[in-house]
T-cell receptor, first 113, second 116 residues
Framework: NAGVTQTPKFQVLKTGQSMTLQCAQDMNHEYMSWYRQDPGMGLRLIHYSVGAGITDQGEVPNGYNVSRSTTEDFPLRLLSAAPSQTSVYFC????????????FGSGTRLTVV | AQKVTQAQTEISVVEKEDVTLDCVYETRDTTYYLFWYKQPPSGELVFLIRRNSFDEQNEISGRYSWNFQKSTSSFNFTITASQVVDSAVYFCALSEEPAGTYKYIFGTGTRLKVLA
């Protein structure tokens, strides 16, 4: 039982490049989310999914796309990277009842130059 | 609008001291959930507690305790007899119904440093 697995752990992108942050969970959790963490701002919700085929925007969705074709996977796509997207990205999953809160992945530290 | 305020940016204590981390929230909903997470220097986020708005009982888990007061919209976290391993950033979070289980609003976090 690996929990929530995020890859890569570190990434440097040039402005304008695109990439996909991978997220997979093996706990059969219905809900999955992406958050970004910036200094002094806590964590902010980018996108979330309540089940396969269902996604919605969070607080800061601009510049990001998501899809959820399976229960296990929830990739985050950066369409055209900008320096403002330099951040630490966390994927998280939880059950429908959320009794034990989110299980978070270990994070991806992204730098856009 | 929902909001979580953690006014203490950083706290330093000496080992074995008690320390309280403050969390004040704003919400218009009557049904909501409050959470605390720990982020140690390694960077992962660790779930500590979830409390719903209808349960104002204080919670104790070992050296950790939580004081939920709806009258002051606060959900404070106390560590008794702090240890160096408690050094971390602690986040308080709020989630309202109907998305109470997955749409969190986080505070900006409190960095706790426990000195040996």
């Amino acid at each position: 039982n690996a929990g929530v697995t995020q890859t890569p752990k570190f990434q440097v992108l040039k402005t304008g490049q695109s990439m996909t942050l991978q997220c997979a969970q093996d706990m059969n959790h219905e809900y999955m989310s992406w958050y970004r963490q910036d200094p002094g701002m806590g964590l902010r919700l980018i996108h979330y999914s309540v089940g396969a085929g269902i996604t919605d925007q969070g607080e800061v969705p601009n510049g990001y796309n998501v899809s959820r074709s399976t229960t296990e996977d929830f990739p985050l796509r950066l369409l055209s990277a900008a320096p403002s997207q330099t951040s630490v990205y966390f994927c998280a999953s939880t059950t429908r009842t959320g009794d034990y809160g989110y299980t978070f992945g270990s994070g991806t530290r992204l730098t856009v130059v | 609008a929902q909001k979580v305020t953690q006014a203490q940016t950083e706290i330093s204590v000496v080992e074995k001291e008690d320390v309280t981390l403050d969390c004040v929230y704003e919400t218009r909903d009557t049904t909501y959930y409050l959470f605390w997470y720990k982020q140690p220097p390694s960077g992962e986020l660790v779930f500590l507690i979830r409390r719903n708005s209808f349960d104002e009982q204080n919670e104790i888990s070992g050296r950790y305790s939580w004081n939920f007061q709806k009258s002051t919209s606060s959900f404070n976290f106390t560590i008794t007899a702090s240890q160096v391993v408690d050094s971390a950033v602690y986040f308080c979070a709020l989630s309202e119904e109907p998305a109470g289980t997955y749409k969190y609003i986080f505070g900006t976090g409190t960095r706790l440093k426990v000195l040996a």
